[in-house]
Structure formats: structure tokens, C-alpha cells
């Protein structure tokens, strides 16, 4: 049974900064891309950020870019999320996920098939 757990969500002041990690279990991803998503309330879950199998390739969603860093150690089976300068609209459940087909790098949801259970990141103005 796959397992992917994250930690590490809070509560932070805008301006200040969380580190997300997520650990996997049953399941080697050394060889998939994995991504950081995020639901708002009322919205429909985003592409956040998304590292290839080998950690060569990154992508992030435009209001990200410069704040957070993904990050993923194939060794630990994990992968992590730095976010600096957070600001109110950064207030989501964020989700890990992994790829469900091999050797790719892609920020369309559809091919994440496993995914966390999510946790809370509220930014306070």
C-alpha cells in the first residue's frame, strides 16, 4: 500500500516562512516526478511545484517563483517544500503527490496518482 505523508504545515505571520516535507512509503519514486498542489477553500486544487525523477527539472506556478524551493532526496523517498515570504493567498491545504508514470516531469494534476492526506498552511496578514 503507497503512502504518502506530509508535515509540517502551520500557522505563520505574512512574511514568514515553512518547510513542507512529505515521506513515502510502499512505493520507490526515485524514478517519478513529484509535486507540491494546493487546495483553497472554494477553489479547485492548483499545480504548485513539481521536480523531475533526477531533481534536474523544476517548475513552479508563477506566484511562487523566487519564494519556494522544491526539493527531493531519492534516497529518503522524499521530497520537500521551502516557503519564504508567505503571503495570505499562499493560505491552502497543500498536497504531495507522485507521478504515476516514470521518467516524467509534468504540472498536470491528472498524472499524479498518488497523493497525501494534506496538511494546513494558514498565512496571517
Known amino acids: 500500500q503507497v503512502q504518502l505523508v506530509e508535515s509540517g504545515g502551520g500557522l505563520v505571520q505574512a512574511g514568514g516562512s515553512l518547510r513542507l516535507s512529505c515521506a513515502a512509503s510502499?512505493?520507490?519514486?526515485?524514478?517519478?516526478?513529484r509535486g507540491w498542489f494546493r487546495q483553497a477553500p472554494g477553489k479547485e486544487r492548483e499545480f504548485v511545484a513539481v521536480?523531475?525523477?533526477?531533481?534536474?527539472?523544476?517548475y513552479y506556478t508563477d506566484s511562487v517563483k523566487g519564494r519556494f524551493t522544491i526539493s527531493r532526496d531519492n534516497v529518503q523517498n522524499t521530497v520537500s517544500l521551502q516557503m519564504n515570504s508567505l503571503k495570505a493567498e499562499d493560505t491552502a491545504v497543500y498536497y504531495c503527490?507522485?507521478?504515476?508514470?516514470?521518467?516524467?516531469?509534468?504540472?498536470?494534476?491528472?498524472?499524479?496518482?498518488?497523493w497525501g492526506q494534506g496538511t494546513q498552511v494558514t498565512v496571517s496578514s
Open positions: 510502499g512505493r520507490a519514486f526515485s524514478n517519478y516526478a
Open positions: 503527490a507522485g507521478a504515476g508514470r516514470p521518467f516524467i516531469a509534468t504540472t498536470d494534476l491528472a498524472e499524479y496518482h498518488y
Open positions: 521536480i523531475s525523477w533526477s531533481g534536474g527539472t523544476t
